[in-house]
């Protein structure tokens, strides 16, 4: 009944809410995205009750960027927590300070690359370099690949280039911003559903809306998984 593929986002609005969505979903989902909006609100606490309580594996959204001794002592303490991923801004200096927080544990450092929402203006605004988004996300990824990342995440349109780049042998890609077949996209722009995200080379893909807020979590979760095992997912054209 595991599949690990499927990361659902519990951005559900308290820790209540959250345990209630992963009783409800049960064995359908084994993978659980808890987000900065739930960290005041007990994020945490969540974490520690889906994993200990529930065995579920954990990833922390978290998109660390500071100083390298402040990320490196942020990502220490998340580490002393049962975490399996946890996000930082993918500059390399912020990545190599991640990993060396994480020694010693389990913990896995996955690189945001630019975030999805921003396009080519956004970036000019942000004084970053010219060039198309899917050039500078692909060389981010690789530059995040270089100075340790254990993954990426990146949309699935990007998915693709960065699973061609020789650096990115062995390593994670996630995608989010995927939408089941027939789903509505929400404030999504970019969407791929699950086949086409693992057939672009996606390890994991994260999906929130579509199966919380379904009136019926599990066989939402159940299609999911159904669509990641279609021929599709081998075959992006068939
Ligand atoms: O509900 P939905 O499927 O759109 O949720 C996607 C999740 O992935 C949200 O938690 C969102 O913050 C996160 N995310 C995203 N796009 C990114 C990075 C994270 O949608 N580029």
């Known amino acids: 009944m595991q ?34 909006g739930m960290l005041t609100g007990g994020g945490l606490a969540l974490a520690n009750e889906l994993k200990a309580e529930h065995g579920k594996r ?24 049962d975490i399996d991923f946890l996000t930082v801004h993918g500059d390399p200096h912020v990545v190599r300070a991640a990993r060396a927080g994480a020694e010693g544990s389990n913990l896995k450092i996955l690189a945001v690359t630019i975030l999805t929402s921003l396009d080519r203006g956004d970036l000019d605004a942000g004084c970053m370099k010219a060039g198309s988004v899917a050039d500078l996300v692909t060389e981010r990824a690789g530059r995040a690949f270089e100075a340790g990342a254990h993954g990426v995440i990146a949309s699935a349109q ?56 379904h009136p019926d979590p599990r066989a939402a979760a159940l299609a999911v998984r159904a669509e990641m095992d279609s021929p599709q997912a081998r075959h992006p054209n068939v």
Do not use: C
């Not at 998915?159 to 995608?175: D, H, K, N, S, W």
């Not at 789903?183 to 999504?188: F, I, R, T, V």
């Open 3 to 36: 599949d690990d593929r499927l990361i659902v986002a519990l951005d559900v609005a308290n820790v209540l809410d959250g345990l209630a969505m992963a009783e409800k979903i049960g064995d359908a989902v084994s993978f659980y995205k808890i987000g900065l």
């Open 58 to 81: 954990i990833f922390l959204d978290m998109k660390l960027f500071d100083i390298g001794a402040t990320v490196e002592a942020a990502v220490r303490g998340f580490a002393r927590y």
């Open 158 to 213: 990007e998915a693709a280039l960065i699973r061609a780049l020789p650096q990115a042998e062995g390593r994670l890609i996630v995608t989010p911003g995927i939408r089941p077949t027939g789903a509505e996209h929400d404030d999504q722009k970019r969407t791929a559903t699950p086949a086409q995200a693992i057939a672009d080379g996606a390890d994991h893909i994260v999906i929130g809306r579509p199966v919380w807020m």
